[in-house]
């Protein structure tokens, strides 16, 4: 199978990515960036996480994502959600084999579904508040524009806004905590660009993208066995 890795700069992660898993899995690899400067060499944290892993990245150079790229490849795996998004916005012909580094190994079906369920909280919210604004009078927006232009019923005004706001916050608590829960479960599919940082954040990455590759090989050979 031919597996393309993507980040940013195809300095950091996907330059280990691609090493570490031509090391273990016997694929065919390659690595790009949505926003590489060609012919760059991988960063000094990655080379120095890597040799203590016994690779080099001596003779990499950064490249960047392009159509030939995509349409070699026969998986796509990005390191965070946003490179997944610039993929299928540039390629959308390649929606049904790319993937996070994360997402991939867990499923699709349960990413789809921790999306739509934040997708139907936000819908909730968003027809709570038009309900709670028809149903109340004078409501927060009527409030905040009498709060500018009538500067004498200021006091009265505000008690009235602080209530309503109250009122809201309690509404639409259940929806709001689930929301942040459920985009914190969304965030952890990302994996951290540790460009810049020290040589702690850089041997935490690529030990955090290794297991994640043996998740990786794992979920290959299991649909190689279904296929087989």
């Not at 390629?91 to 049904?96: E, G, I, L, Y």
């Not at 006091?155 to 259940?174: I, N």
Request: aromatic residues 4%.
């Amino acid at each position: 199978m031919r597996i393309l890795f993507v980040c940013t700069g195809n300095t950091c992660r996907s330059a280990m990515a691609e090493a570490m898993f031509r090391r273990d899995a016997g694929h065919e690899v390659r690595s790009a960036g949505v926003a590489a400067d060609a012919g760059a060499e991988a960063s000094p944290g990655a080379v120095a996480a890597l040799k203590r892993k016994g690779l080099s990245l001596s003779a990499h150079r950064a490249q960047a994502l392009s159509q030939e790229l995509v349409e070699w490849a026969d998986l796509i795996l990005t390191m965070t959600r946003g490179h997944k998004e610039t993929v299928l916005s540039h390629f959308p012909t390649v929606r049904a084999k790319t993937f996070t580094l994360k997402e991939f190994p867990r499923g699709e079906a349960e990413r789809q579904a921790t999306e739509e369920r934040l997708h139907a909280l936000h819908q909730s919210m968003d027809e709570k508040r038009r309900q709670f604004a028809a149903a109340k009078s004078p409501n927060i927006s009527e409030l905040e524009q009498r709060r500018k232009s009538l500067m004498l019923e200021i006091a009265d005004t505000e008690g009235h806004l602080a209530k309503l706001r109250s009122e809201l916050r309690e509404l639409v608590y259940p929806e709001r905590e689930e929301i942040e829960r459920l985009e914190s479960v969304l965030a952890a599919y990302d994996v951290v660009d540790p460009f810049g940082q020290d040589e702690e954040t850089y041997n935490a990455c690529a030990t955090e993208i290794d297991a994640l590759l043996l998740e990786v090989s794992k979920k290959l050979s299991a649909l190689s066995d279904v296929v087989e």
